[in-house]
């Protein structure tokens, strides 16, 4: 049994984990009313800076330059991406904070690139974006932006860093069933549980991409706040809105390397093998429409000519220029034998984010008393039906400094929670069938990318659903028996998500943004203006 309690426990280590530990510690140290020194916790299931936000690349998005931009810009093209769903407050309150967000982030010490010619920092485009608006650090802007603030971490005695520890479950209170009181946490390098009480717990723990087979995403992203706060009875929305993203290496050898689309920014054309380009056909804003537009494009042209991939061009463009924007794009390229600055990319779509997940607030506050959510794993309504590059670590930063100021003003009238259940695993034994997870793993994934992906059919997505309903019972079985660990808990919690994301697609009987299924090709405003919303207890729990 574990006595450290924590005012503060913070599940995530990427964008959204970090902004909130530091703001947390910064303006704890600044609180005269605050009498004892405050303790966070920040949790990482493997290695610290592991997840999306170390991968990003394009940058982040807010309005920076205003003689060129605009707040109303900024807010049309997102609702214009969002196809009809974005929040209205939601978008405005990212917005308008944006900038705020991005001086804070400099001020913690992270350098973005600048012209060639002045200080002036340089903007991107994207997909999109009317404007020019995209701060980013080359094409690495996520290491820049996650070692900057993860330097400032370490800086802080109030926060404790717990790397390979995986959190299994929200502990709720035995007293009131909607409040979240800690966590159980996983060791995953001893295999022991402890308990971890908290007054305040935050899931920050990103996407859930890695429910598909081909993803952008790095292997953390197991959607394991979603489906831990769908246990504990959050709402969860919009789950059916995956992202693909267009252009991902297509390489045996390359494992998830995406292609930013800033390369589609500064010019890169995609082709089809023999060199014809095709985006015109799709859309007036060719290679820069938004994402879902440009992956079904990809989609498309890939089946209906039988190729594997497309290309993606952008070697007219100076070489200089090329090694100077794309650095590790350039050298990831080079290093399987493609030397971007001569040669076409050959790329394809791969999952890359997930718009829906835990219903919050705009100060990031869930269902459940003491629970906040933020980053990717949260549902803000920011995105809508399909989320506009490089909103994504905006929403990150502002999400997480507003939840931190909604703890801080809680926090002198919360007192810590007696009597926390411990951790059972009387009724259980070591399993010698670690071959039952590695298969459902493969399983799982590939009928998703088949069956749930781009493209949808209401047929597979009912077989899609009798699929994942035996798995969930299998894997419900064997969590019950055995010994859990790392691999077991993110199947079990991929499996809900796949389950979440297949019943908000059957939910859906209509296209919009991100959801697109051949058997209803049309948006339909009449009944599907709205967000798809699954609340736990309507469901029907799996046998225990
Ligand atoms: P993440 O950065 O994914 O971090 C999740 C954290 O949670 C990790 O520390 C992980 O260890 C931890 N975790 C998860 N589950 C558990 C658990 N059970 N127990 C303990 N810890 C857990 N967005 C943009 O806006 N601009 C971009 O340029 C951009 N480029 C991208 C490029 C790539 C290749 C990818 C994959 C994504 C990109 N995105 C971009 C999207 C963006 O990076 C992510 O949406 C964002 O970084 C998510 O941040 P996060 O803090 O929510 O989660
Ligand atoms: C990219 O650089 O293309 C990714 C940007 C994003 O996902 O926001």
């Known amino acids: ?23 947390l510690a910064d303006q704890i140290q600044s609180d005269s009313s605050l009498t004892e020194k405050p303790k966070i916790a920040l949790i990482s299931k493997g290695p610290i800076l592991e997840g999306s936000t170390l991968y990003a690349q394009g940058g982040i998005a807010a309005v920076l330059d205003e003689d060129k931009d605009t707040i109303e810009h900024h807010i049309r ?70 070692e900057g603030l993860l330097s400032q971490v370490k800086n802080k005695p109030e926060i404790k860093l717990f790397e390979h520890h995986l959190a299994v479950d929200l502990i709720l209170s035995p007293q009131n069933a909607k409040q979240c009181v800690g966590i159980y946490l996983l060791d995953t390098q001893t295999n022991q549980v402890m308990e971890v009480p908290a007054k305040f717990t935050v899931l920050a723990t990103g996407g859930a991409s890695k429910v598909y087979l081909y993803t952008s995403n790095p292997d953390s992203s197991t959607g394991d706040g979603i489906a831990m706060a769908w246990r504990a009875g959050c709402r969860v929305a919009n789950m059916e809105f995956n992202q693909f993203h267009p252009t991902c290496l297509y390489h045996p050898k390359a494992k998830s390397f995406l292609i930013s689309e800033a390369l589609r920014g500064e010019g890169a054309q995609l082709k089809l093998p023999d060199g014809t380009p095709f985006m015109h056909k799709f859309d007036a804003r060719e290679e820069l429409a938004p994402r879902d537009i440009v992956a079904q494009a990809i989609d498309y042209e890939m089946k ?10 952008i070697s007219h463009k100076p070489e200089a220029f090329i090694k100077e924007h794309f650095p590790t794009i350039y050298k990831r390229c080079l290093s399987f034998g493609i030397d971007i600055t001569r040669e076409p990319i050959p790329v394809v779509p791969a999952a890359h984010y997930t718009c829906g997940g835990i219903m919050t607030n705009l100060d990031g506050q869930t269902d459940l008393k003491h629970l906040f959510a933020l980053g990717e794993t949260a549902f803000t309504g920011l995105h809508g039906a399909n989320r506009m590059a490089s909103n994504s670590l905006l929403e990150c930063l502002v ?65 899609a659903k009798q699929r994942v309903k035996l798995l969930r019972r299998e894997i419900d079985d064997y969590y019950r028996q055995y010994h859990i660990n790392n691999d077991l808990i993110e199947l079990r919690n991929l499996a809900i998500v796949a389950e979440l994301i297949i019943d908000s697609a059957i939910q859906r009987k209509e296209s919009r943004g991100l959801h697109y299924t051949l058997d209803y090709p049309y948006k339909d405003d009449k009944q599907f203006l709205c967000d798809t919303i699954l609340v736990p207890s309507t469901y029907q729990k799996p046998p225990i």
Not at 88 to 115: C, L, M, P, T, Y
Not at 304 to 313: A, M, W
């Open 399 to 463: 999400f997480a400094q507003a939840s931190a100021k909604k703890i801080l003003a809680q926090l002198p009238n919360t007192q810590h929670h007696k009597n926390i259940p411990q951790w059972d695993n009387s009724r259980v034994t070591g399993s010698e069938e670690g071959v039952v997870v590695t298969h459902n793993w493969d399983e799982l994934r590939l009928f998703m990318w088949n069956y749930v992906g781009i493209v949808r059919k209401n047929k597979r997505l009912s077989l």
């Open 1 to 23: 049994m574990n006595t450290e309690c924590f005012d503060a426990v913070i599940i995530g280590t990427g964008a959204a984990g970090l902004t909130i530990a530091l703001e």
């Open 304 to 313: 209906r000519t039988g190729s594997d991939y497309v290309h993606l061009d």
């Open 77 to 146: 093209d997102t609702l214009n991406a969002g196809a009809g769903l974005c929040h209205q407050d939601s978008v405005k309150f990212a917005i308008e904070h944006g900038k705020e967000a991005i001086q804070w982030v400099i001020d913690k010490g992270v350098n973005f690139s600048r012209e060639d010619d002045s200080d002036e920092y340089h903007l991107t485009r994207e997909g999109g974006h009317s404007r020019r608006r995209v701060i980013h650090a080359a094409d690495a802007t996520g290491k820049a932006l996650s």
